[in-house]
C-alpha cells in the first residue's frame, strides 16, 4: 500500500496553474492585492488539475493518538493517561478542537493509532456539544445531519519504545502505522471529503517531533525543541538532552523516511505522514496543524517530495521545530496566533481562509464581465 500510495503522488498540473494565474489576473482587484491567497488559489487549481479547484468542502479532520515510551524519560509533567482520557473528551465533543469543528461544519474522526491505556467508553455528545454537518454554523447555513465524532480502533501496539534507549518501533510497526493513515484518507475521501485536516493527541509527542524535525530538516536539536505543554526549564533542558542522545543513538538518515519514523518518531506522527501522502495521493487538500503535523510532513516528503504540492500550513505553531520545519518544507503558514495546543485547532482556525482562496475563482467577476474598467 505504501508503495503504491507513493507512485499515485505526482506534480502539480503546471496548465490548471497558468489558467489560475491568468484569471487571477482578469479579476476585479489589483493584480497581487489578495498576497499569499493568490498562489495559494493556483497552487490548489494545481493540485486539482482544473481551474478553478473544487471548494475545499466538506472538511474532515482526523486525530491520531498514541503513547511514547520516552515519557519515562520525564520530559512532561502530563500522566500518560491524559491522552485515552482526552479521547474520551473528543468522542464526548468537549475538547477546543470540537468547538472549533462545530463552528467550520468540519466532521472529526479519532484514531487510536497506538494508544497505552485502555480508553474510557465513549459517552454520547449532548445537544450542544454534537458537530453538525452545517446546522451548528447557523439557521442559514444549510440543514444537515448531526455526526457524532467518530472513533476508528487501529491500535498497532500500545505506544512505542522508549527511543531514548532503542528504536521507538520496528520498521514493520513504522509502516503499519503509516498504512493506517493512508487507508483513513482514502476512507474520508471517498465518503466525500473535499480536504483534510490533520489532528494529533499523545503526552509527550512534541519530544519525537523534535526528533523527525532535527534529522529531516538538519538543524541542531535545541532549534528544534520546545516547551510543549509549558514545562519548566529543568524539564526542557531534560528533552533538549533526550533529543540530542537519540540522534545520537540512532543516527536516523533522511534518506529512509520510514527508518527515521522507526528509530525516533511516534505512532501518530507516522500515521499522520500517511494521512499527507493519502491526501497527495487522491490529489486533495491536506491542511496542516502545529509541530506534530508538520514533522510528520517532512516524512511525506522524505517518502514523495510532490507531496509538498498538497500541503497548505494552516498556522505556525510557537514550537520552534514547527518554524524549521516549515522552512525546509518550503511552506508559509497561513496564520500566526502563537498557538501550541495541537489537535487540529490551528488548522481548523485556517480553514476558512483557504476555502476564501478558492471561492475567489469561483465567484469574482472579471474586468469585462462586470464592465469594469482597468487601468
Request: hydrophobic letters at 50%; a negative charge.
Amino acid at each position: 500500500m505504501l508503495e503504491s500510495t507513493i507512485a499515485a503522488v505526482r506534480p502539480l498540473d503546471e496548465p490548471a496553474m497558468v489558467a489560475a494565474r491568468e484569471l487571477q489576473g482578469r479579476l476585479t482587484k489589483p493584480a497581487g492585492s489578495l498576497g499569499a491567497l493568490e498562489e495559494l488559489s493556483v497552487r490548489l487549481a494545481g493540485l486539482a488539475g482544473v481551474c478553478p479547484p473544487p471548494l475545499p468542502e466538506p472538511a474532515a479532520v482526523a486525530i491520531f493518538a498514541g503513547d511514547h515510551g520516552v515519557h519515562a524519560q520525564g520530559v512532561t509533567p502530563w500522566p500518560q493517561e491524559v491522552t485515552a482520557q482526552m479521547i474520551g473528551n473528543f468522542l464526548a465533543g468537549g475538547a477546543v478542537v470540537n468547538a472549533f469543528a462545530r463552528q467550520a461544519g468540519a466532521s472529526v474522526t479519532v484514531v487510536d493509532v497506538g494508544v497505552a491505556t485502555p480508553l474510557p467508553p465513549a459517552e454520547p455528545a449532548d445537544a450542544a456539544a454534537a458537530p453538525s454537518g452545517g446546522a451548528a454554523r447557523g439557521d442559514d447555513a444549510g440543514a444537515g445531519p448531526s455526526t457524532a465524532p467518530r472513533l476508528v480502533a487501529a491500535n498497532v501496539r500500545p505506544g512505542t519504545r522508549d527511543l531514548a534507549v532503542t528504536a521507538a518501533l520496528t520498521r514493520d510497526e513504522a509502516r503499519a502505522a503509516v498504512e493506517t493513515g493512508i487507508r483513513v484518507a482514502g476512507e474520508l475521501v471517498d465518503a466525500g471529503a473535499g480536504i483534510l485536516l490533520t489532528g494529533d493527541m499523545g503526552i509527550a509527542n512534541t519530544t519525537p517531533a523534535a526528533a523527525l524535525v532535527a534529522a529531516f530538516a538538519g538543524v541542531d536539536p535545541a532549534a528544534a525543541t520546545g516547551r510543549g505543554t509549558g514545562v519548566d526549564d529543568p524539564t526542557y533542558a531534560r528533552k533538549v538532552d533526550v533529543v540530542r542522545a537519540a540522534l545520537a543513538r540512532h543516527a536516523p538518515d533522511p534518506a529512509d523516511p520510514l527508518g527515521v519514523l522507526a528509530a525516533v518518531g511516534g505512532l501518530e506522527h507516522a500515521a499522520l505522514a500517511g494521512l499527507i501522502l493519502g491526501a497527495a495521493a487522491h490529489r486533495v487538500p491536506v491542511l496542516l496543524d502545529g509541530v506534530i503535523a508538520v514533522s510528520a510532513a517532512l516524512a511525506a516528503a522524505a517518502f514523495a517530495p510532490d507531496a509538498v504540492g498538497a500541503m497548505v500550513a494552516g498556522h505556525r505553531s510557537a514550537e520552534p521545530g514547527a518554524t524549521a520545519a516549515l522552512r525546509h518544507l518550503g511552506l508559509d503558514p497561513l496564520i500566526d496566533l502563537g498557538l501550541r495546543l495541537g489537535e487540529g485547532t490551528g488548522a481548523l482556525l485556517a480553514l476558512p481562509v483557504v476555502t476564501g482562496a478558492v471561492r475567489v475563482l469561483h465567484e469574482v467577476a472579471t474586468f469585462d464581465s462586470a464592465g469594469v474598467s482597468e487601468k
